[in-house]
Nanobody
Framework: QVQLVESGGGLVQAGGSLRLSCAASGRTFSTYYMGWFRQAPGKEREFVAT????????YYTDSVRGRFTISRDNAKNTVYLQMNSLKPEDTAVFYCAARDPGGPIPTMTGQYGYWGQGTQVTVSS
């Protein structure tokens, strides 16, 4: 069982930066794929980024590639999402998710079994 708690959201102007953190409970954190998703008002939850257990595999949705960076610190049971050059269309609730080890790179919500409560990111123009 994994429990996830996100933090770091807030209000930022376009072009600014934020770093989201997701603290995970459990002794097997290092074995999980960790992902970030987001959900804007009236839209479905969408994949943002994922990272493999040893930080060797990362994958991003096209709209954030080059602007966002996912990383993890297994010693701290924490995954991060550094967001630069933020745009108003990045406004959403951002969710952290964990997926049991094994299988292909997970980019769909159904591939993740554990979710945090979300943190709001608002980018003003």
């Amino acid at each position: 069982q994994v429990q996830l708690v996100e933090s770091g959201g807030g209000l930022v102007q376009a072009g600014g930066s934020l770093r989201l953190s997701c603290a995970a409970s459990g002794r097997t954190f290092s074995t999980y794929y960790m992902g970030w998703f987001r959900q804007a008002p009236g839209k479905e939850r969408e994949f943002v980024a994922t990272i493999g257990r040893r930080d060797s595999t990362t994958y991003y949705t096209d709209s954030v590639r080059g602007r966002f960076t996912i990383s993890r610190d297994n010693a701290k049971n924490t995954v991060y999402l550094q967001m630069n050059s933020l745009k108003p269309e990045d406004t959403a609730v951002f969710y952290c998710a964990a997926r049991d080890p094994g299988g292909p790179i997970p980019t769909m919500t159904g591939q993740y079994g554990y979710w945090g409560q979300g943190t709001q990111v608002t980018v003003s123009s």
